[in-house]
C-alpha cells in the first residue's frame, strides 16, 4: 500500500501516535493561510509517491507566511524533477 504522508499522519493521529501539526495546502494561497495559522516557520513539501522528493526540491523551508506562498507556487503543479 503506498500513502502520501498527509494520509499515513492522519491515520497515525487515530492511533494516538504524536504527530507534527501540519494541513495540507493545494494552493498558495492556502499555504500562506496555514503558515499565518501556524505562526512559525513551516516546511512546505510536495506529496508525491517517489523517494528523493527533498534533493528534487520538493522539500523547503519557509520562514514567513509570504515566503510559504512563494515556495508553495514553486512546488504545486509541478510535473517533474526538472
Known amino acids: 500500500m503506498k500513502l502520501?504522508?498527509?494520509?499515513?499522519k492522519r491515520l497515525f493521529a487515530q492511533y494516538g501516535v504524536a504527530?507534527?501539526?501540519?494541513?495540507?495546502a493545494t494552493t498558495p494561497?492556502?499555504?500562506?493561510?496555514i503558515a499565518e495559522k501556524l505562526g512559525r516557520r513551516v516546511v512546505v513539501k510536495s506529496q508525491v509517491?517517489?523517494?528523493?522528493?527533498g534533493k528534487a526540491g520538493g522539500v523547503k523551508?519557509?520562514?514567513?507566511?509570504d515566503e510559504a506562498y512563494e515556495v508553495a507556487s514553486?512546488?504545486?503543479g509541478r510535473?517533474?524533477?526538472a
Open 74 to 76: 514553486r512546488i504545486l
Open 19 to 24: 504527530i507534527p501539526q501540519g494541513e495540507v
Open 61 to 65: 523551508l519557509a520562514n514567513s507566511p
Open 49 to 53: 509517491l517517489v523517494g528523493g522528493r
Open 79 to 81: 510535473t517533474s524533477r
Open 4 to 8: 502520501h504522508e498527509y494520509q499515513s
Open 29 to 33: 494561497d492556502e499555504a500562506r493561510a
